[in-house]
């Protein structure tokens, strides 16, 4: 059985959509990854022996998955499938060794600025990986290349993009001020509509929605915009 690869009720105040949309908070709207292929994955944090990976992830082994996708604004992607490696074999594998004492927090950094916190728990499930390809192709920039975390079970905000480097803590630690605290739940788990902070789901599903047609729309339009410029310098 694959993880999360459904014919089943979708989540509570979900809704299906065709496609997976380059999508995510406005602030990152007009900001792409220099880096498209993987030249390096940082690794720090806590660790007793901070280090820069590259091709050691091709050491490990490489894991095939469908798995639905949830963005917390109530769209979903079915069956995306995805390539790549299990977080929890890329941890055991080259994390461990370089690192003494446990941790329990992750915090993600990404190319655009992008910055998000994971539970090591969430992480180490065998649905969590740090995928390379989408739908048998490398991962396209608007999907996150050269490297994005794949964690189903979580909504989209938990599912960083463009990669840059991964940092391991003993304790979990408030990482955001202001608004951007409110809408990032310590877990975002789908099945539980752990939509934000405060808030209950139910409530923060009617207040995203409607932004749904005009972000998809502006981060297409800024992904073109984009993509001309960089033909046009190469
Ligand atoms: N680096 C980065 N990662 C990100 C985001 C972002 O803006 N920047 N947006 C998040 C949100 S809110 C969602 S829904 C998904 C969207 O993934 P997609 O663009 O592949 O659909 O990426 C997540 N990861
Ligand atoms: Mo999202």
Redesign the pocket.
């Known amino acids: 059985m694959s993880p999360s690869k459904s014919q089943d009720a979708l989540p509570p105040g979900q809704h299906e959509i065709g496609s ?6 406005p ?3 007009h ?1 792409f ?1 220099s880096e498209t292929k993987l030249a390096g994955l940082d690794i720090g944090g806590d660790i007793s022996q901070p280090c820069r990976l590259s091709q050691e992830l091709e050491s490990l082994q490489r894991v095939d998955q469908e798995s639905d ?5 109530t ?1 979903t ?1 079915r069956n995306v499938r995805w390539s790549g490696y299990r977080f929890s074999e890329f941890f055991e594998t080259l994390v461990r060794p370089k690192a003494e004492g446990d941790f329990s927090f992750v915090i ?1 950094r ?5 910055r ?1 916190g994971l539970q090591l728990a969430d992480l180490l499930q065998p649905d969590v990986l740090l995928a390379d390809r ?1 739908e048998g192709k490398p991962l396209p920039v ?3 290349a050269p490297l ?2 794949v964690a189903p079970a979580h ?9 840059a480097s991964i940092n391991f803590y003993r304790e979990e630690f408030i990482y955001r001020k202001g608004l951007s605290r409110v809408i990032d739940h310590p877990r975002a788990r789908v099945a539980l509509e752990e939509r934000g902070m405060y808030f209950p789901g139910r409530f923060l599903r009617w207040l995203y929605r409607p932004m749904i047609g005009k972000t998809r729309r502006q ?1 297409e339009k800024a992904l073109q915009d984009h993509l001309a410029q960089t033909d046009q310098a190469s």
């Open positions: 997976l949309p380059r999508f995510g908070l602030d990152y709207m900001r990854p996708f949830h963005c917390v604004t769209w992607k993600f990404a190319q655009d600025g992008y998000v989408l608007a999907n996150g994005r975390l909504y989209g905000y938990k599912n960083p993009k463009h990669i981060f």
